[in-house]
Every structure is written in C-alpha cells, then in structure tokens.
C-alpha cells in the first residue's frame, strides 16, 4: 500500500532522445508526487513536482504526465543531454513522509 | 546559507562501535529527516522530525536512535554498528508551501567492517 514503483531500473538513450521512467502506486492517500535527480556523490534534488488534480507539468525539458485512474505517472525529459545522465527517483507524499520509488539510472550516450 | 550540512562525509567503523552522525540546515525548517541508501533500494527512511521535539520511526529504524537537538539539529546515533549498516546516509528537511521539496545533504559514507 505504502510502495512506489518505479521502472526501468536503468535506461540508456541517444542525445536528443526522450527517455521516460514510469511510476505505479497504490495509495490514494498520496497528495503530492515529485520527481528527484541525484547526480554520483550528491545528495537528490528536487526536480519537479505535480499534484493529483493536474494531468501534466512542463517546467523546461520535463514533463509529468499523471494518470490517478490508472494511479501511474512518468517523467519524460525532451530533447535529452549527457548532462542529464544521472539517477531519477520518483516518490509520493503521504503525511510527513516521501515514500520513494527504487530510481532509474539513466545515461544519455553522445 | 549553506543549506543541509552532515559531518563526517566518511567514516570507518567496527562491528561494534558506536557513532553519531550529525546534521544541522539553516533553512528555518520543521521536519526533519534521516534515510540511507543502499544499491538498487533506493532511499529508505530511519527516522523523521516532523517539528522540535517530536521524532518518529521510518521504514528501517532498528539499530539506530536519534535526537533533535534543536530546531536545526537533527542526529543519528549507530550505538553498536554492524556490516548491515554499511551504507550512505542523507539527512534532508522539508520545506512546505507552493513546491514542497526536501533538501539533501551531501551525505555520510559509512563502511562498517
């Protein structure tokens, strides 16, 4: 009930391609589902964030779609760089705390 | 503003020994929060303050307490470490308002032999 899941665990894309991880959750209690990038050695920083009653949100080259019939929703980063190569996790808040999913390792190839 | 500061960023221990790992943020924030993460698990919760003088068990609390000190002061104490602790350890705070966020620390590698 408390899970999120998340796929693929890893994901290789070509520069310019549109790379998209996908998260499943049970809980409708979930109120606010955000999108985390760690980069190696770092601590996640948020990268962006939707909340239940939106279908999607753009901030630059990232996208949220939600689905809260289907409870899933994916990160899809457009026009995608090596720079962007790092781990995603998606997680989802309930009460004081974020459930995370397991995070996607993504390298965009040059 | 230095945001989310842990210290030590490594540390060696024995089967055994006891530690603690400290962290302070000067965000002005409430809650609270220590994780560790392993390969492939993602970020697991230990325990969270979720405001001054309150604290409470996350998903993987066993072998560990913690103290908020303060409002700024949140720390994690192993009092007799095991190899099974071998991990990073993040402590964040949350802010809330438009764009609810947790902000990360840079972390504590820990290696427990």
């Known amino acids: 009930q408390q899970q999120v899941k998340q796929s693929p665990q890893s994901l290789i894309v070509q520069k310019g391609g549109i790379p998209i991880i996908n998260c499943a959750y049970e809980?409708?209690?979930?109120?606010?589902f955000p999108w985390y990038q760690q980069f190696p050695g770092k601590g996640p920083a948020l990268l962006i964030a939707?909340?239940?009653d939106v279908s999607e949100k753009k901030e630059g080259r990232f996208t949220i779609s939600f689905n809260k019939s289907a409870k899933q929703f994916s990160l899809h980063i457009m026009d995608s760089q090596p720079g962007d190569s790092a781990t995603y996790f998606c997680?989802?808040?309930?009460?004081?705390?974020?459930?995370w999913g397991a995070g996607t390792k993504l390298i965009i190839k040059p | 503003n230095a945001g989310v500061t842990q210290t030590p960023k490594f540390q060696v221990l024995k089967t055994g020994q006891s530690m603690t790992l400290q962290c302070a943020q000067d965000?002005?924030?409430?809650?609270m929060y220590w994780y560790r993460q392993d390969p492939g698990m993602g970020l697991r919760l230990i325990y969270y303050?979720?405001?001054?003088?309150?604290?409470d068990k996350g998903e993987v609390p066993n072998g560990y307490n913690v103290s908020r000190l303060n409002k700024r002061e949140f720390s994690l104490r192993l009092e007799s470490a095991a190899p099974s602790q071998t991990s990073v350890y993040f402590c964040?705070?949350?802010?809330?308002?438009?764009?609810?966020?947790?902000?990360f620390g840079p972390g504590t590698r820990l290696l427990v032999l």
């Open positions: 964040a705070s949350r802010s809330l308002g438009g764009k609810e966020t947790q902000y």
């Open positions: 809980n409708t209690a979930f109120d606010y």
């Open positions: 965000m002005n924030h409430n809650s």
């Open positions: 303050s979720a405001s001054e003088g309150t604290t």
């Open positions: 997680a989802a808040t309930f009460n004081y705390q974020l459930i």
């Open positions: 939707i909340r239940p």
